[in-house]
Structures are given as structure tokens and as C-alpha cells.
């Protein structure tokens, strides 16, 4: 087994508190794209067109459809093998969180609890007037773009989109859960989007151990303690099985 692996899975079994940043790279394996590289989202969609307020104001139909296609895809996609694998070392851990900012709901699927959604839920919807929001898993929707059941007024996706503030009471959870971990994990996220981009720097600087996995470098790899490069579906389930014999 790759030396990183084990020196990883030595330090997840010697501390029990561990918080988890996820970001697309982990669902890729489930068949959904993520944002940035060759098969990027953001090689054939501009974010301005479609994943900011000034968008969705211009033109509230052509943002709903592009969420409407991601939200068939993702309806059609399995948590796969990394998922699972966290599900598995929260079980095993004493204090555990995990700090998604992917919006497709795998990790509850797979039966992750105490999640953090910094990216907001492409499975609620929420009135842009009266802020009221349910969960919706109609695929397709029934009306598109969909009103308020209270209000009638147009609702959007649930989602923090570019140009928009991440509340604050979400932005506290995950200070506070980087705070009392002693390792955080981070996987399949390119680092380059705050806030959660700067979330590994927070660990390191209080003296959290930071263990990357991703299948490629990133702007931060090199100031982490280990970084592994390989398919989160294929690592994680090697590293969290903690308590089985690593020698
Ligand atoms: P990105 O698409 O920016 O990055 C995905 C990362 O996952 C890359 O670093 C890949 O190398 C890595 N990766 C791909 N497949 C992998 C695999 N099987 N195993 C491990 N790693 C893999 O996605 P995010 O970093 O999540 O925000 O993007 C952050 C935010 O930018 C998203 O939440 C979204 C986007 O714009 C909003 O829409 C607000």
C-alpha cells in the first residue's frame, strides 16, 4: 500500500476527532461533472449566465433549466464507494463533521449525518419573497420555474450563487468544527472558491493535521501533511477503515 496511505490511516486511528471538507471530486465517480478541468461545467457554462442573483433576475427560466438538467442527472446518481467510506469512519470516530460545498445530497444518501452544506441543497427551493423553502425532488419540476406554495411568488434553488454571502451562523459551524478536530480531511475540491478555500490554511494554522486526496495538485497541496493523489472512491475506503489491521 502507498506509504502515504498508511501514514494516513495511522493518524486517523491515533485521533478521533476529524472534520471533513468535500467538494465535487468526491461525487465524480458518481457520474456527476464537477466544475473545473477538462470535463468542467465551467468549460461550456458561463457562472454570470447562470449562477448569480443579476442572472437568475435576467432570465429566472434559463437558470431553472440548467438546474433542472444538473437536477436529472444527479437524480440518477448513486452515492459510490468514498461516500460510503466517510459514513463508515463517522461511525468509528467520537467527534466528526463534514463541510460539503456540493449541493447534490450523496452524502445524506449514503447515510453521512452532522453535515454542513456550505453551498446551500439543489433539492430545496426557496421563495424569493417570502423565503420560504421546502425540499422538491419533483424531476422534472412541475412548473418551471416553480412558485411559492405560501406566496406564490417565483422560488429558486437553494443555493449560494456567485455574488452571494454565505450566512453567517454556516461560516461559525465550520470555524468551530475546524477548531475542536485534530485532523481535517480534505477531498475533491480544487481550493480556488472562498470560503472554503482558505479552510485548510484555518486548520493549519491552528495546528490541525491536513490530509488532502484528490486525483490532482492543488494550489494548496504543498502546505498540507500529506497529499494524496488518487480517486476519492478508491482512497477513502482504504484510509477510514480504521479499526481493521493496516500492517
Ligand atoms: P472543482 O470542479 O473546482 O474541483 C474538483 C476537484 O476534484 C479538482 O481538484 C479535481 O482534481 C478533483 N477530482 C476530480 N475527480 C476526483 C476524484 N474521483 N477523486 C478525488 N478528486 C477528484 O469543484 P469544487 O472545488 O467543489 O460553487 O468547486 C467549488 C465550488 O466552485 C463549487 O461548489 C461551485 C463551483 O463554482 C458554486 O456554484 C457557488
Redesign the pocket.
Known amino acids: 500500500m502507498d506509504e502515504k496511505i498508511v501514514d494516513a490511516r495511522k493518524l486517523i486511528a491515533d485521533m478521533p476527532n476529524i472534520t471533513v471538507l468535500t467538494?465535487?471530486?468526491?461525487s465524480?465517480?458518481s457520474g456527476i461533472p464537477?466544475?473545473?478541468?477538462e470535463d468542467?461545467l465551467?468549460k461550456n457554462f458561463r457562472?454570470e449566465d447562470i449562477?448569480t442573483p443579476q442572472a437568475f433576475l435576467n432570465d429566472p427560466r434559463l437558470v431553472w433549466d440548467w438546474y433542472e438538467w444538473r437536477r436529472k442527472i444527479i437524480r440518477e446518481a448513486k452515492p459510490n464507494a468514498?461516500h460510503f467510506a466517510l459514513v463508515e469512519l463517522q461511525k468509528q470516530l467520537s467527534n466528526f463533521t463534514l463541510i460539503t460545498?456540493?449541493i447534490d445530497g450523496l452524502h445524506q444518501i449514503a447515510g453521512s449525518t452532522s453535515i454542513i452544506e456550505l453551498?446551500g441543497n439543489l433539492w430545496q427551493v426557496r421563495c424569493t419573497k417570502c423565503g420560504f423553502t421546502e425540499q422538491n425532488y419533483e424531476v422534472p419540476l412541475r412548473e418551471l420555474p416553480p412558485n411559492c406554495r405560501q406566496c406564490k411568488s417565483i422560488a429558486r434553488p437553494n443555493?449560494?450563487?456567485?455574488g452571494e454571502i454565505i450566512p453567517m451562523c454556516i461560516i461559525d459551524k465550520c470555524l468551530i468544527a475546524i477548531e475542536s478536530c485534530q485532523i481535517m480531511l480534505i477531498?475533491?475540491?480544487?481550493?480556488?472558491?472562498e470560503p472554503?478555500a482558505s479552510m485548510g490554511l484555518i486548520a493549519k494554522q491552528t495546528g490541525k493535521t491536513v490530509i488532502e486526496?484528490?486525483?490532482?495538485v492543488?494550489p494548496s497541496s504543498g502546505m498540507y501533511d500529506i497529499s494524496i493523489r488518487?480517486?476519492?472512491?478508491e482512497i477513502l475506503p482504504l484510509i477510514c477503515q480504521i479499526n481493521k489491521d493496516y500492517n
Do not use: C, M, Y
Open positions: 467538494g465535487a471530486g468526491i465524480a465517480e464537477t466544475f473545473r478541468g468542467g465551467w457562472p449562477a468514498g460545498q456540493n453551498h443555493v449560494v450563487w456567485f477531498i475533491g475540491t480544487s481550493g480556488v472558491v472554503a486526496i484528490n486525483l490532482d492543488t488518487g480517486k476519492s472512491g
